[in-house]
């Protein structure tokens, strides 16, 4: 029976990331991957000789090179990257539309106050407020893990439809939460989005996805794929180890896990041992998505349409949650990958349309009525897009959807939502002894945070 120091479900971002500090400290460690690719929520595939990624729209947290502080120095520095070697290219710029109001903001963050000057002035000395008591928090304060968003933006704000343009973006990029967020979630997004800001390597995930893997092989770790985790073992309320899908065991010292809360206490749940059966109350999230993507024989930039990312809503009044339709047409992101501020232009035009799903309408259909259905709302999400870009459609050349199908299969959570569940655990601790949280229900999102999750959690409990 195969033993290391440290097991790790998911070969996601957390994953490969904690494997790797962990490999830098001479530890046994092995990633166990279900499926036969990596990276999880933010992976990719090729369709009709076209690249696709899952998940990435952009790396958030960007720091110009030699910055010596922030998310993403922490993270070169942890698993000893170069600045350059991520390739980063910073974005053109990108707005948040609501109904007769604009904010555009880009990484340098006064622009984004220079908006809200312009189009909120009597809001904006309370504004500049909150973005000091933004950067006063303290993240050990137990009482302001007990505090959500909309209660201290309400609180701190005086226009409603502000404080829904602030929200947009962050519950778009990080919300597990319907029509809300932690606001510990929130301080963290709002720096990473409107303090720092979007970037992206011109290969897309596959060239962060390779960096990781190959670092994490050269320093010795194991990675299994088709290797999934069909129960987790435990003895006395501690971890051991788990059984695979087709019965091998494998013991371990510690297990982080980046499935989920509720996935991964499901998998605890024949171990026969009595400390099970008072298990936690986490419940899957049900906030999902369906994303279209189309390939167009032109540059965006050629179309009149420059922005990076705009995130909007047809209603002042923005709704974030699982909708009664199969996919919400009130609200969206358009993304293009196109418009960074790359040196050349990308080879093909390519436009991404993100909405809000029903996550039973899709996980229901039959294989048949699914297909069909992918394009009825392909067309309808991006009709709905059009006040915010120019019409694309006559320069369509190939096209794909993905959904919350698509979701749980990259990533296992139950009901393929991006974010998880809705309150995380920030101290990554579950009810078993020697079995961890990582990733995307531990509380680090994005792919700079999921990175830092996987690390944070390394250091915490299994390099002591």
């Known amino acids: 029976m195969e033993q290391f120091d440290t097991l790790i479900i998911g070969a996601g971002l957390s994953g490969l990331a904690a494997g790797i500090r962990l490999a830098y400290y001479e530890q046994s460690v ?76 880009s990484n340098d963050s006064e622009l984004l106050y ?40 309400s609180e701190s704000l005086g226009d409603p439809l502000l404080v829904d343009m602030l929200l947009c973006p962050l519950m778009f990029y990080g919300s597990a939460q319907p029509d809300d967020m932690e606001f510990l979630q929130f301080a963290i997004m709002f720096r990473s989005i409107f303090r720092e800001g979007f970037a992206r390597p011109r290969q897309g995930i596959r060239l962060i996805l390779k960096l990781l893997t190959r670092k994490y092989k050269e320093l010795g770790g194991a990675l299994k794929l088709r290797a999934g985790v069909s129960r987790i073992v435990s003895e006395g309320g501690r971890a051991v180890g788990v059984v695979l899908d087709d019965g091998t ?25 009595e400390s099970l059966s008072q298990g936690p109350s986490d419940q899957p999230g049900d906030i999902t998505f369906v994303e279209t993507l189309a390939a167009i024989n032109k540059q965006p930039a050629d179309l009149g349409y420059r922005d990076t990312i705009v995130f909007y809503s047809h209603s002042p009044n923005f709704a974030y949650r699982n909708p009664a339709e199969p996919c919400d047409l009130s609200s969206g992101i358009i993304c293009s990958p196109n418009n960074f501020q790359y040196d050349e232009p990308l080879d093909e035009g390519m436009v991404r349309i993100t909405a809000l799903a029903n996550k039973d309408y899709w996980m229901g259909l039959s294989e048949e009525t699914y297909q069909a259905e992918k394009r009825v709302w392909f067309d309808k999400i991006v009709e709905s897009s059009l006040p915010f870009i120019p019409d694309f459609r006559p320069h369509v ?29 920030w101290d990554g601790k579950t009810p078993l002894e020697e079995l961890y ?19 944070s959690m390394a250091n915490a409990y299994a390099l002591r």
């Open 30 to 105: 092995c990633i166990l991957e279900r499926h036969t690719t990596i990276g999880g929520l933010n992976s990719f595939y090729r369709l009709r000789g076209r690249n696709h990624d899952v998940g990435l729209h952009a790396m958030t947290n960007y720091v110009p090179k030699g910055t010596k502080v922030g998310p993403l120095a922490k993270l070169l520095k942890q698993l000893r990257f170069r600045w350059e070697d991520f390739e980063l290219v910073e974005q053109n710029g990108s707005r948040v539309e609501f109904p007769g109001k604009s904010l555009r903001f």
């Open 114 to 153: 220079s908006e809200i000057q312009r189009e909120f002035p009597a809001e904006f000395e309370r504004f500049m407020a909150l973005v000091a008591r933004l950067d006063a928090i303290d993240f050990g304060d137990t009482e302001l893990a007990k505090l959500t968003a909309r209660q201290v933006l």
């Open 249 to 273: 065991e494998i013991q371990a010292k510690r297990i982080l896990s980046s499935a989920g809360a509720f996935e991964t206490w499901r998998m605890c749940g024949q171990g026969g041992d």
């Open 397 to 425: 050349v190939d096209i794909d959807t993905f959904t919350p199908r698509t979701i749980r299969k990259f990533t296992g959570h139950i009901h393929g939502s991006v974010y998880g569940a809705p309150h995380k655990r």
């Open 437 to 455: 949280l990582i990733g995307t229900d531990q509380g680090y999102l994005g792919i700079v945070g999921s990175m830092l999750s996987g690390i």
